[in-house]
Each structure stands twice: as structure tokens, then as C-alpha cells.
């Protein structure tokens, strides 16, 4: 069955960088690519990017351009997420999901398959 | 920014019909999916491609799409539906998620 096991709960200090990864399993790694997603508490989801499999495309979302790294490691079927510059508003739970989209982004691509996700802190 | 626009609550007695809009020019021609997430879960996928059912999804869950507005039903709401439900749609360069409905069963 397909899994999506992201990395356990950090807490950053304002400024510092946090690395999220995912790891799948169950399925295919290189034919479908990943989304991030972000929920700050009590709030909604906030899409951050998508990246393809082998890392050869990626598309961030507009606010977060500059600051997010996406990449994966096709060998341990991993992907990872870099926020850096971390603000308190960066505290969330972050998720990777599995997305139809796997060259480039389609418009008819949901996700299907989500990681159980990962808190990040960041506090002074 | 582009935005969707979702009603902020919706409530529906046990066995009736719930229905959840998700609105915006964003929309326009592209495709609507429909995400439940429960308190402490992640979210989960339950209309894609507007008006699709992933495998193990109920019959219950429907969706449809009108110009600028999709919607998603649910006949005969059950108390485990209970849940915050949010729209999705994307194009090339950019998801946008609604700001969530949360869905009581009373």
C-alpha cells in the first residue's frame, strides 16, 4: 500500500533553516511527483510547490520563492523540503502529498496520497 | 492572488443531504477537487477531476462543477462525516486551496 512517512516534530530558533523529508513507499517512485503543503493551527492549507520525481522540475508558490528548496532522492525514495529565514508564522504542520503531476504541473492532477506530517516550531 | 471562496460552516442533520460550495473566478475551466480532513488527521481525498471518486471513497461523495462553482454532496450525511472539507484547483504554476467548510452533523 502506498506510504508517506515524513520526518518527526522540529523546533527552530527565528532565522534558522528546517528540513522535512518524506519517504515513500508502496508504489513507483519515479511516475508521480510531490506537493508540500503547510497548515498553520487552527487555519487552512496553503500549498508551498511541487517537484517532479527526479528533481529535474519544481514550481513554488510565489510567497515563499527564495526562502524553499525542494528535492528528491530517488535512491532511498525520499523527497525533502528546505524552509530557511524561519519566521514565527513559518510554525505549522507540513505536509508532502503524492501528485499526479509528474513532469510538469497539470491542471488535472490531485493529490492522492498524503505524508502523516510534521509540526515545525519556530520560536524564540 | 487568486482565490476560492467556501462557506465557513455548513450543518446537516444525520441522513439528509449536505452540500458544500466552493466558488471563484479561478475556477473558470479548471478542474475542482475536494479534500476532508478530520481534527489531528491529514487531509484525505475524496472528489478529484470534479466529479470523481478515488477507490474506497462512498458512493455518498459526489461532486459537479458549474462555470466558476463546483460543489460537493453528500447524500445521506453520516456522523462520521464530520469533518473541515476544503476545494482545490491548480493550473500550471499555482494550487489554490479554499479556506475550508467546516461540516457539523446535528
Known amino acids: 500500500q502506498v506510504q508517506l512517512v515524513q520526518s518527526g516534530a522540529e523546533v527552530k530558533k527565528p532565522g534558522a533553516s528546517v528540513k522535512v523529508s518524506c519517504k515513500a513507499s508502496?508504489?513507483?517512485?519515479?511516475?508521480?511527483?510531490f506537493s508540500w503543503v503547510r497548515q498553520a493551527p487552527g487555519q487552512g492549507l496553503e500549498w508551498m510547490g511541487w517537484i517532479s520525481a527526479y528533481s529535474v522540475n519544481t514550481k513554488y508558490a510565489q510567497k515563499l520563492q527564495g526562502r524553499v528548496t525542494m528535492t528528491t532522492d530517488t535512491s532511498t525514495s525520499t523527497t525533502y523540503m528546505e524552509l530557511r529565514g524561519l519566521k514565527s508564522d513559518d510554525t505549522a504542520v507540513y505536509y508532502c502529498?503524492?501528485?499526479?503531476?509528474?513532469?510538469?504541473?497539470?491542471?488535472?492532477?490531485?493529490?492522492?496520497?498524503w505524508g502523516q506530517g510534521t509540526l515545525v516550531t519556530v520560536s524564540s | 492572488s487568486y482565490e476560492l471562496t467556501q462557506p465557513p460552516s455548513v450543518s446537516v442533520s444525520p441522513g439528509q443531504t449536505a452540500t458544500i460550495t466552493c466558488s471563484g473566478d479561478y475556477l473558470g475551466d479548471k478542474y475542482a477537487c475536494w479534500y476532508q480532513q478530520k481534527p489531528g488527521q491529514s487531509p484525505l481525498l475524496v472528489i478529484y477531476?470534479?466529479?470523481k471518486r478515488p477507490s474506497g471513497i462512498p458512493e455518498r461523495f459526489s461532486g459537479s462543477r458549474s462555470g466558476n462553482t463546483a460543489t460537493l454532496t453528500i447524500s445521506g450525511t453520516q456522523a462520521m462525516d464530520e469533518a473541515d472539507y476544503y476545494c482545490q484547483a491548480r493550473d500550471s504554476s499555482t494550487v489554490v486551496f479554499g479556506g475550508g467548510t467546516k461540516l457539523t452533523v446535528l
Open positions: 502529498a503524492r501528485d499526479w503531476s509528474e513532469v510538469v504541473p497539470a491542471a488535472s492532477s490531485p493529490f492522492d496520497y
Open positions: 508502496g508504489y513507483t517512485f519515479s511516475t508521480y511527483g
Open positions: 477531476q470534479d466529479n
